[in-house]
């Protein structure tokens, strides 16, 4: 499914969420949640990220927090399988 909604990213463990602005995240399933993984589209790049919160109001687009899928941490993963 793909939604728009107000992205915060963090690109590092350590660093702060960076208001991205309103963006189209696509996604598996019926609705976000968090702990999911997302992709989005940002200066020309597609990037993975896991959502870290929601925060929803009803009358405005859903801010949603996340972190980004790092490639190194991809590639750890896939070698240590």
């Known amino acids: 499914m793909i939604s728009k909604v107000e992205l915060h990213l963090r690109a590092r463990p350590l660093g702060e969420h960076r208001s991205i602005g309103v963006v189209e995240v696509e996604y598996a399933g019926p609705r976000l949640a968090p702990h999911q993984e997302v992709s989005f589209e940002m200066a020309g790049r597609d990037i993975r990220a896991y959502v870290?919160?929601?925060?929803?109001?009803?009358?405005?687009?859903?801010?949603?927090?996340?972190?980004?899928?790092?490639?190194?941490?991809?590639?750890?993963?896939?070698?240590?399988?």
């Open 52 to 81: 870290t919160g929601i925060r929803a109001r009803p009358d405005r687009l859903p801010h949603v927090y996340v972190d980004e899928v790092r490639a190194d941490a991809v590639l750890e993963a896939e070698l240590a399988v």
